[in-house]
């Protein structure tokens, strides 16, 4: 069965320093891969796509990338800032698909 | 531009009892999906919707669960009877129709379930 894995729970930095979060799957290739920030008794809000054919995406800070042969995801958010400090979901879904399956999430804490 | 609506926010029942969540998805998003987010797991889908027709229950428990999106716009999703693993978050999202891309999911707040 599909299985998404971030293997961090929790991840604590300095602020100014840059946060890099993993998201590894296994059992299936998804075509394409989805981050989203949560806060605090607040739904998910979308960030960031990437697409099994692209390499890295980019978004002002935050960065991501899909290696489909490590089966991996790395999500980099730079110059780091307390205002980061929520839970990161990585998601999957298949080709023609709209359905998500999620990680169980890192939670990032941004020490000033 | 207005955001997906959910209530309750919070919801206190006892075992046995039954509950309903309401949501309104952004307007225009044809797709609606209902997920349930136990306390430091990701969210699992429970219910894609497509317009009014359902596209996959395959992870809704339905003796106990169901929902419906009557004119497919608003939606409800109901438990009868609770159980206590059925405490969660119980969140809804909406999304636009665009063929062959997997599109970017809005998410409301959620509404809170305790099952005592």
């Known amino acids: 069965s599909q299985k998404i894995e971030q293997n961090s729970e929790a991840l604590n930095i300095q602020e100014g320093k840059t946060a890099t979060l993993t998201c590894n799957y296994t059992?299936?290739?998804?075509?394409?891969l989805q981050w989203y920030r949560q806060d605090p008794g607040r739904g998910p809000v979308f960030l960031l796509l990437?697409?099994?054919?692209?390499k890295e995406k980019r978004k002002e800070r935050l960065k991501v990338t899909f290696d489909t042969t490590l089966k991996q995801s790395l999500f980099h958010i730079t110059a780091s800032q307390p205002a980061d400090s929520a839970t990161y979901l990585c998601?999957?879904?298949?080709?023609?698909?709209?359905?998500?399956?999620f990680g169980k999430g890192t939670k990032l804490s941004v020490i000033p | 531009e207005a955001g997906v609506a959910q209530s309750p926010r919070y919801k206190i029942i006892e075992k046995r009892q039954s509950v309903a969540f309401w949501c309104n998805p952004i307007?225009?998003?044809?797709?609606l999906y209902w997920y349930q987010q136990i306390l430091g797991q990701g969210p699992k889908l429970l219910i894609q919707?497509?317009?009014?027709?359902?596209?996959?229950d395959s992870q809704l428990p339905k003796d106990r669960f169901s929902a419906e999106r009557l004119k497919g716009v608003d939606s409800t999703l109901k438990i009868q009877p609770a159980k206590l693993e059925d405490s969660a978050v119980y969140l809804c999202?909406?999304?636009?129709?665009?063929?062959?891309?997997?599109?970017?999911?809005?998410f409301g707040p959620g509404t809170r379930l305790t099952v005592t």
């Open positions: 919707f497509q317009n009014n027709g359902v596209v996959d």
């Open positions: 059992n299936y290739s998804p075509a394409y």
């Open positions: 998601a999957t879904s298949g080709a023609g698909s709209y359905q998500l399956t």
């Open positions: 307007s225009g998003h044809a797709t």
């Open positions: 999202a909406s999304s636009l129709k665009e063929a062959g891309v997997s599109n970017e999911q809005y």
């Open positions: 990437i697409r099994e054919n692209e």
